[in-house]
């Protein structure tokens, strides 16, 4: 029992790290399911982002609409559907934020930072999924399920780890100072 304390204390942030994080994407995956929030995000994100990519290709010459979440172009149409909308990356950015030991002001501009980041990276993962169906639509299956998945995952990551090493000065860490080791 004794060795299980001392690694611990020996790893206390990092343990409490990982525990947060498991809490918080509890706690989100819960609420992203509940059905009074489910029903609402489950419905506007999927429109919201569909608006938008079909903004971004206008915006590039490429003719596309959207109704509801359906993003129509010349020659093919997709529906954006809640679990490609990019929230569950979102979710476990926000848990990964929330868990590290920063000041709430560092936090707050992690979350904002952040969650607008995703959207705009989802946002061009879908216009170039929706170029990639008109123009090679066989080819889209593989793109939308492996490569912009993986793609996506690695923003995850890179924005989380961006923030931690740039924009927090010095981490709040619950350890003894230099001095008072001595």
């Not at 001392?6 to 989100?28: E, H, M, R, S």
């Not at 560092?106 to 946002?123: F, H, Q």
């Not at 989380?160 to 001595?182: C, G, H, M, Q, Y």
């Amino acid at each position: 029992m004794k060795k299980i304390i001392n690694i611990y204390k020996k790893n206390a942030v990092l343990f409490n790290f990982y525990i947060l994080f498991g809490y918080f994407c509890i706690i989100f995956y819960f609420f992203l399911h509940w059905k009074i929030t489910e029903k609402y995000i489950a419905v506007n994100l999927p429109i919201m982002i569909s608006h938008s990519v079909s903004s971004l290709l206008n915006l590039f010459g490429v003719n596309a609409s959207s109704i509801g979440p359906v993003v129509e172009l010349t020659s093919f149409r997709f529906t954006i559907i809640y679990h490609c909308a990019g929230i569950f990356g979102m979710m476990i950015y926000a848990a990964a934020v929330l868990a590290y030991t920063a000041r709430w002001w560092e936090k707050a501009y992690g979350l904002v930072l952040g969650i607008v980041g995703l959207y705009a990276i989802n946002t061009i993962r879908m216009a170039v999924l929706g170029i990639i169906g008109m123009k090679w639509r066989k080819h889209f299956d593989f793109y939308h399920e492996f490569l912009w998945q993986g793609i996506f995952i690695i923003f995850v990551i890179a924005f989380w780890v961006f923030w931690k090493e740039k924009l927090i000065r010095d981490p709040i860490v619950n350890s003894t100072p230099p001095e008072a080791a001595e």
